[in-house]
């Protein structure tokens, strides 16, 4: 019944738009008038339909940024679209050094070469299938696209939700164009960017464009010798001045660590000491990265055209870490037994000198090393006078190199993650398009798509107190293939119908990938359990060598394959010359996953125990009513979009155990503290059963995503433009799914770690049904204002003004704090909000003036991004009783200066 209420208010909404411009066609004619002062907005061109079409006559939902926006917002990469869009959120996977894109509530929590994105990424045509390269997209570029919805028949793979092109900027045999521009901001901010275009004939042009970033840390950063793993920290921070009774730095380091006394070869401890304040320009956070391209235009004869482009990007900084939301856990106390407040206080201020946000103290330095190379092209050629063909093809070469402090000093356990020289990926991606042309009636495109990529992963987890896990994949692959069709039919001369088809097929396999693990207790790391001075003898690399890792070898070998077939039917009208009116129904298909096998055979039974973590396609039908107008005489572009979804086995990745299996160690007394053998004086190892974990997906039985969206863009007076939207949205499961509770459940439910992760743990049945899905705040405001001050030939300055605001949401599909009542937490109701999953609602403010000359050569402007310095967690959970994640870059200004040549 609900459903149907917003249904019909959606329609409601759209009509009273749509009807607008008969009123204003009335109102002109009585008063036989128009507003001089108004200016007209022009029109923006979109490639939704793989063809050329003004974005207010194409039937869809599609949002478009030209370079204009893109600078005017600060867009320098895919990140800093999140808030520009309906419906689009960005957030950073720091351990994976990836973007993770959500649209209309769906997004991808696999971020490792397993995982595929839920919004495809396109680029000059070119699918972009690896999430790390996103990072690498925004150079020299002439507009973004932003199509939402399944993109199933057209684009096909990964774009179950949506899809985001951009298109950069064509070699142009035109003129001679050149440009210069930088960036000069807070946190030491360098930036640089160079263009140019040279028309070398009237056939033939070369294109160049390059631009390099170095920006220090905006952290207040740490190296901490106090953790127990110190083999990654230079000397100096090593042997760091001793602290004396009673003196602490850093809370959870230095007081805490309840090895810190007795954990060396003679179990007489190791001292205490400063932690050391790390260099801003290499620490995590900052950016040291550069990227060119050279492109070709050449047009030999009028019906043929060749595009070609290389594009290099290259990263080497620190890479991202998460942190410690102060703000939402500030004044958090602690309970006695009773469960009353004692006064003393929990949160930050109990762990850092300061109770800041953007502080943290680590024992592995940030590396992040990625070399992206990518050859792009398009073949035109107009071979009848019915028919274009066209040929899209790229290449597509990743390597990568990363060290990241995984625990961020929160964690006593000391976990750390690296990828090795070796880790990467090679693609390529094959399109041939068959276009009509001078069709009077019917318009349709025909085409077939091939795409191979081939990943490898060397790199392991190490839990520096037990446990490390290699990863060796050397071959996992993806071959895939379509066919599609789309056409769009004149009924009449107002009603058109839209009819669209694709059969997909797609293979992943697995060749010789392992999981190998190794654990200190049964001494395949050659160090005994709590020898830490020893321990950190051994060399940085030690644990890169993967024949140590004896405990368990898992092999991954497997291969799935899945066909899909998705199609598009639709309507639209034109009611008048001004404004559509369009319905449509549209399916998108996302391959299953072979994930990773394990098969390994228990010491102490004998038992062999095979796991397979493959999973099953998501699919989604999505019905959408919308409309599209110019209104007020050509100065307002407004269109509505209300949408329903049904998605079934939407993919969600986390890690926790599949099972248990016997391991050797040690025997505890009852303090916690090792047996020690009373002739070796080395701990006494028994048998014991412990979890299977790995990184998995799970199908989300079904769910239901609906909602509205608005946008305008408005030229209210000669000088003045309001672009922006709004959107309403409810996203929530609603089957049963049946799991076990992972959201921190050491904490949530004061159990041990083995508890938390055994999956015949009933103190962690949970049914999910009613959870809302994740980073889907119900409503979304964004307006940007601007005014141009004319000054004739002194030139023109312009203010600018953009403000976001979004209502509360959640960034996990836990929705903790609707599983009070269902589930026995061990944390008071009154405590559950400072570590829960709610993102509390908030706004933010950019604000920009620019100068310009009035030839148009030169420019100058003053910025500033986050204006009220908002804290926003944008991805993350909890970890021991804490709310960790990536969290919004602080207030950033600066100057960016420009010079056309």
Same mark, same amino acid.
């Given at each position: ?15 009273? =738009? ?52 893109? &600078? ?14 309906? !419906? ?27 995982? &595929? ?44 939700? =949506? ?10 045999? +035109? ?15 360098? +930036? ?53 009774? =009673? ?77 410690? !939301? ?16 004692? =006064? ?98 019917y318009t349709w495109i025909v085409g077939l798509n091939y795409f191979h990529e081939q990943t490898t992963t060397a790199g392991y987890f190490n839990n520096s107190m037990d446990g490390k896990t290699f990863w060796d994949q050397p071959n996992r692959t993806t071959d895939a293939y379509a066919i599609f069709s789309q056409g769009t039919y004149d009924i009449t001369d107002k009603l058109h119908l839209i009819l669209g088809g694709r059969f997909s097929s797609e293979t992943k396999e697995d060749n010789g990938g392992r999981n190998l693990d190794c654990n200190n207790d049964d001494g395949c790391t050659t160090v005994a359990y709590g020898a830490r ?112 979804? &049904? ?18 160690? !040690? ?23 412990v979890p299977l974990i790995a990184f998995y997906t799970q199908n989300v039985p079904g769910s239901e995503i609906q909602g509205l969206e608005l946008e305008f863009d408005w030229a209210p007076y000669e000088h003045g433009r309001i672009t922006g939207f709004a959107t309403w949205t409810k996203a929530e499961v609603v089957e049963d799914w049946n799991t076990k509770w992972d959201y921190d459940a050491e904490s949530m439910f004061g159990i041990e770690y083995a508890s938390s992760v055994d999956p015949e743990n009933d103190l962690l049945a949970v049914n999910l049904k009613g959870n809302s899905l994740p980073v889907t705040p119900e409503y979304v ?118 010079? !056309?040549?």
């Amino acid at each position: 019944m609900q459903s149907r209420k917003l249904l019909a208010i959606s329609i409601a909404l759209i009509n009273s =738009g749509l009807a607008l411009p008969a009123l204003a066609q009335d109102e002109a004619t009585e008063n036989n008038k128009v507003s001089s002062n108004k200016t007209v907005v022009e029109e923006v061109i979109v490639t939704a339909f793989k063809r050329e079409t003004s974005l207010m006559e194409t039937p869809v939902a599609v949002s478009a940024l030209d370079a204009a926006a893109l &600078d005017r917002q600060g867009v320098t990469n895919i990140k800093d679209l999140g808030d520009l869009v309906p !419906n689009l959120s960005i957030q950073m996977d720091n351990g994976q050094s990836t973007p993770v894109v959500s649209m209309r509530g769906v997004r991808s929590t696999n971020t490792t070469e397993l995982g &595929d994105p839920a919004v495809g990424l396109h680029v000059d045509g070119v699918y972009a299938p690896r999430m790390q390269s996103w990072n690498a997209t925004f150079l020299d570029v002439d507009r973004v696209e932003v199509l939402r919805g399944p993109q199933g028949t057209l684009f096909g793979r990964n774009s179950t939700v =949506g899809s985001i092109n951009v298109i950069t900027n064509r070699a142009s045999t +035109e003129e001679f164009e050149a440009s210069v521009s930088t960036e000069l901001a807070r946190w030491n901010n360098r +930036e640089l960017t160079g263009v140019v275009n040279i028309p070398v004939s009237d056939t033939f042009a070369l294109r160049f464009a390059a631009k390099g970033q170095k920006r220090d840390s905006y952290l207040k950063g740490y190296y901490d010798p106090n953790q127990f793993d110190t083999r990654y920290l230079p000397d100096e921070v090593r042997n760091s001045p001793e602290l004396g009774d =009673g003196e602490r730095e850093f809370y959870a380091q230095t007081s805490t660590n309840w090895w810190i006394d007795w954990a060396s070869s003679d179990w007489s401890g190791t001292p205490r000491r400063e932690v050391v304040k790390a260099d801003p320009s290499d620490f995590y956070g900052s950016v040291n990265e550069y990227a060119y391209r050279a492109s070709l235009a050449w047009d030999p004869v009028d019906s043929l055209s060749v595009d070609v482009s290389y594009q290099k990007f290259v990263n080497d900084s620190a890479g991202g870490i998460n942190l410690l !939301n102060c703000d939402k856990m500030r004044g958090r106390q602690a309970r006695d037994d009773d469960g009353n407040q004692t =006064g003393e206080l929990t949160d930050c201020s109990a762990r850092f000198p300061t109770n800041d946000n953007y502080q943290v103290s680590v024992n592995v330095p940030g590396k992040l090393k990625l070399d992206i190379d990518n050859v792009r092209g398009t073949v035109d050629w107009s071979a009848t006078s019915f028919m274009d063909i066209s040929y899209v093809f790229g290449f597509e070469k990743i390597a990568r190199e990363s060290a990241i402090d995984s625990d961020g000093g929160i964690n006593l356990y000391d976990q750390s993650m690296f990828f090795l020289d070796g880790t990467g990926s090679e693609s390529n991606y094959h399109e041939l398009q068959f276009k009509s042309t001078d069709a009077d009636n019917y318009t349709w495109i025909v085409g077939l798509n091939y795409f191979h990529e081939q990943t490898t992963t060397a790199g392991y987890f190490n839990n520096s107190m037990d446990g490390k896990t290699f990863w060796d994949q050397p071959n996992r692959t993806t071959d895939a293939y379509a066919i599609f069709s789309q056409g769009t039919y004149d009924i009449t001369d107002k009603l058109h119908l839209i009819l669209g088809g694709r059969f997909s097929s797609e293979t992943k396999e697995d060749n010789g990938g392992r999981n190998l693990d190794c654990n200190n207790d049964d001494g395949c790391t050659t160090v005994a359990y709590g020898a830490r001075d020893i321990y950190n003898q051994l060399p940085a690399d030690f644990y890169e060598d993967k024949t140590m890792y004896t405990s368990g070898v898992y092999t991954n070998d497997n291969k799935g394959d899945w066909t899909s077939t998705d199609y598009r039917i639709g309507f639209d009208y034109n009611l008048t010359d001004d404004t559509m009116i369009y319905t449509s129904y549209a399916t998108g298909f996302k391959a299953g996953g072979i994930g990773d096998v394990v098969n390994v055979v228990d010491q102490y039974t004998g038992e062999r125990i095979i796991h397979v973590t493959s999973y099953d396609p998501e699919t989604v039908g999505t019905f959408e009513l919308g409309g599209k107008s110019v209104l007020l005489d050509g100065s307002l572009n407004f269109s509505a979009t209300y949408f329903y979804s &049904d998605y079934e086995n939407m993919q969600y990745a986390s890690p926790g155990s599949l099972g248990q299996i016997h391991r050797l160690v !040690n025997e505890e007394d009852e303090n916690g503290q090792p047996v020690l053998d009373p002739d070796t004086n080395e701990p006494v190892l028994v048998w014991d059963v412990v979890p299977l974990i790995a990184f998995y997906t799970q199908n989300v039985p079904g769910s239901e995503i609906q909602g509205l969206e608005l946008e305008f863009d408005w030229a209210p007076y000669e000088h003045g433009r309001i672009t922006g939207f709004a959107t309403w949205t409810k996203a929530e499961v609603v089957e049963d799914w049946n799991t076990k509770w992972d959201y921190d459940a050491e904490s949530m439910f004061g159990i041990e770690y083995a508890s938390s992760v055994d999956p015949e743990n009933d103190l962690l049945a949970v049914n999910l049904k009613g959870n809302s899905l994740p980073v889907t705040p119900e409503y979304v405001f964004n307006i940007n204002f601007e005014h141009t001050f004319d000054f004739g030939a002194a030139g023109t300055l312009k203010p600018w003004m953009g403000v976001h605001w979004q209502s509360s949401s959640y960034l996990t599909i836990w929705n903790v704090d609707k599983h009070t009542d269902d589930l026995d937490f061990a944390i008071h109701d009154d405590d559950i909000k400072y570590m829960d999953d709610k993102q509390e609602a908030y706004y933010t403010v950019n604000l920009s003036l620019r100068y310009e000359s009035a030839d148009e050569d030169w420019y100058a402007e003053a910025f500033v991004n986050n204006a009220t310095d908002e804290v926003v967690q944008y991805w993350g959970g909890s970890s021991t009783g804490a709310p960790v994640g990536s969290l919004s870059m602080p207030r950033y200004y600066g100057v960016r200066l420009g010079y !056309n040549f």
